[in-house]
């Protein structure tokens, strides 16, 4: 494994993120794994050297959290190990009373006394800027948290909450989770170099388009593929245009001997990604994602990546806050 520095902070995570939505009760998505099969991804994930794991206090109603702290807790200590987790979708979204309230289940879910990484979910149209983020601040301030991050949001969003941050003297965000992959560049206009430009770390989700860049064909045959409502509500609307990325990347794959999966992976790191985040279900998922590390680009294999590429809706960012109770924004009506 190969580690990288967070933002402008000393905390160092592996390349590689494991993404927690995977875990937890099938409340939320069918596929999802049980407590047992949860520890023997955490414990293959620690084995591999990744130390960064990127949960969320909505995710399988926050069994998520509980399931990831109790494998932490069975398989290694709580210095070793780099943990997100995430608010938004609960009551009062970003409020300073939510910010408060939420941090302490998050702590409680997980069995820690701190977070390394909190992370806001959207942006919130009905909470100010300043109290966002002089809440977040206070976390900080109090030994809660160590540092804090953003997610799917417009560019100016992010800049105006980071400008609100650094002009009040407050905690600045160190991390971006962005929607990034081969099929979605959009944010490459104005969030990314933003994010560039303050040196904020990005560890996009589903850096694999669900599934899309690790299989030749648009459909699968998998739990996921028959029941998950998401990745279509994502993707299925722009399949014409992005077959042809898909094709391309097996074209490629097969030329270099390696898993389609692994070149998406690496296309992120030669794009200054610090640590994409990968939701396995399956132990060979993890090594097939570490693999992807010894993968270089050349310029001509990017752009030929890159080539069928064409502007896409937006998928991530938000223009207006759901109805309470709403998680699966991008979900197939």
Not at 41 to 58: E, K, P, S, Y
Not at 79 to 104: C, H, M, T, W
Not at 211 to 226: I, K, M, N, P, V
Not at 276 to 292: E, F, M, R, V, W
Request: with cysteine; glycine share 6%.
């Amino acid at each position: 494994m190969e580690y990288t520095k967070l933002g402008n902070t000393d905390i160092e995570i592996s390349k590689l993120c494991l993404g927690c939505m995977s875990f937890g009760k099938a409340t939320m998505h069918k596929w999802t794994l049980d407590a047992e099969a949860t520890e023997e991804i955490v414990a293959h994930a620690l084995d591999l050297g990744i130390n960064f794991f990127d949960t969320a206090n909505c995710y399988s109603e926050g069994t998520s959290e509980a399931y990831l702290g109790r494998a932490l807790k069975a398989h290694t200590t709580r210095d070793k190990v780099v943990i997100a987790s995430k608010l938004y979708f609960n009551e009062g979204r970003l409020s300073k009373a939510a910010v408060q309230r939420e941090i302490e289940g998050t702590l409680k879910r997980l069995g820690t006394d701190y977070l390394d990484l909190y992370i806001i979910h959207r942006f919130d149209y009905e909470t100010p800027i300043e109290e966002t983020m002089e809440a977040l601040h206070n976390l900080v301030q109090a030994g809660k948290v160590r540092a804090i991050g953003a997610s799917a949001m417009y560019g100016y969003q992010f800049h105006n909450m980071q400008y609100v941050a650094e002009k009040n003297g407050w905690t600045q965000f160190s991390a971006m989770e962005n929607h990034y992959n081969l099929l979605f560049r959009e944010d490459e206009r104005e969030l990314i170099p933003i994010c560039k430009q303050m040196n904020v770390s990005l560890m996009p989700y589903s850096p694999l388009a669900g599934g899309h860049l690790a299989r030749s064909t648009w459909q699968s045959d998998t739990l996921r593929g028959r029941t998950d409502i998401v990745v279509p509500g994502k993707y299925d609307k722009m399949e014409k245009y992005d077959m042809k990325i898909v094709q391309r990347v097996s074209e490629m794959a097969q030329e270099k001997n390696c898993k389609m999966s692994q070149l998406a992976i690496a296309w992120h790191w030669a794009k200054g990604v610090a640590s994409p985040i990968i939701g396995a279900t399956k132990a060979k998922y993890l090594d097939d994602a570490a693999g992807a590390l010894d993968i270089k680009l050349t310029d001509q294999d990017i752009a030929a990546l890159e080539e069928f590429y064409v502007p896409h809706p937006i998928v991530g960012a938000i223009n207006q806050n759901p109805p309470q109770g709403v998680v699966m924004l991008d979900a197939k009506k």
